[in-house]
């Protein structure tokens, strides 16, 4: 049963440039643009009237963008919840005027250990993240630390709890990767693994959507029928300006917004596109984070339960839900 027609997110792909290269992600491999203030208002203005709570600034890195404050400012002025996930090699230059601008901060870490996480991420960004988290605590911040589980770092959790997260006050989410396109992470993650991310969901300070953990019980999403609503519960805004649908991942089509994005989301080509979410051939077996997580959000399934205590506990521990009654 769906309870939300409409939209709740949107991930705005401030660049595509990024000054890492992390090996289980091509975005950087892309020559990109940055967005214009001009056009991410308007867009913002569209976001607001569509119902979107929720905008993730995104990239690439998205602390390159020149003006990332600026456009977290007219979020926040619009009532939306904010979202920034960076690999923190900028957070120390940016962390003043960021300040109050970010609901949800999000720093990337692979490992407790530098060398494994800088070879992960082809650039020496630990000794940032370690830096970023104190310059945030002394501005009043509460960023969260983003561990993308593997096969092969998924031991790794304890201690990236106890020696990071516990002594920092920071929540740990746990992040499984997942492959699309060309970009292949590796073997898929195990049973075992799987139990071992449950047995974590359940820790304080710690989260992962368990709805994640059920959805590759099963498979991922299957075409015959689909739990994946990603064009109609998330807007996907690429640097160029354009409307990119069903999802960024799997994208088919694009569409110029030209200051139009409200009238362009409710057109028939993009309506026509929306009626195949989760029905693409590409579809059957993902289990991308990004879609699936709003996707659990808005139609009441076996997911929507499995995902409500895990987004209550964190909401409740950042606070946000209070943001979404504005």
């Not at 569509?50 to 963008?65: N, R, S, Y």
């Not at 007219?74 to 090699?89: E, Q, R, S, V, Y």
């Not at 002594?167 to 992470?185: A, G, K, M, R």
């Not at 030209?258 to 009626?275: D, Q, T």
């Amino acid at each position: 049963m769906r309870i939300l027609s409409k939209p709740v997110l949107c991930n705005y792909y401030v660049t595509y440039r990024c000054n890492a290269t992390c090996n289980f992600c091509d975005i950087w491999e892309k020559p990109s643009p940055y967005v214009t203030l001009e056009t991410a208002e308007q867009n913002i203005r569209d976001l607001k009237r569509l119902g979107v709570k929720v905008i993730d600034f995104t990239g690439g890195e998205p602390l390159l963008h020149r003006d990332i404050d600026t456009l977290l400012s007219i979020a926040k002025k619009h009532g939306m919840i904010t979202t920034l996930t960076t690999n923190a090699l900028l957070y120390p230059k940016w962390a003043e005027r960021l300040k109050g601008l970010v609901d949800m901060l999000h720093f990337s870490l692979d490992s407790p250990d530098k060398e494994v996480h800088d070879t992960l991420r082809g650039v020496a960004c630990f000794d940032f993240v370690m830096e970023s988290i104190q310059i945030s605590k002394q501005l009043g911040e509460r960023p969260d630390i983003i561990f993308t589980v593997f096969d092969h770092n998924i031991h790794l959790i304890k201690r990236m709890y106890e020696e990071i997260c516990l002594p920092n006050n920071l929540i740990l989410i746990l992040n499984p990767s997942f492959e699309y396109n060309q970009v292949e992470v590796g073997t898929s993650l195990k049973k075992e693994d799987l139990d071992t991310l449950s047995y974590w969901a359940k820790q304080k300070n710690i989260y992962i959507n368990e709805a994640f953990i059920q959805l590759r019980l099963d498979g991922g999403n299957h075409v015959e029928s689909p739990v994946c609503k990603a064009a109609s519960s998330t807007l996907v805004i690429s640097p160029e300006n354009k409307l990119v649908l069903p999802c960024y991942h799997l994208g088919t089509d694009a569409f110029d917004i030209n200051n139009n994005l409200f009238e362009l989301y409710h057109s028939k080509e993009v309506k026509a596109i929306i009626a195949q979410e989760g029905k693409l051939d590409a579809c059957e077996g993902c289990t991308i984070n990004c879609y699936m997580q709003p996707s659990f959000a808005v139609e009441v399934n076996k997911y929507w339960f499995k995902a409500l205590p895990s987004t209550l506990k964190y909401s409740w521990e950042k606070g946000t839900w209070k943001q979404l009654f504005k």
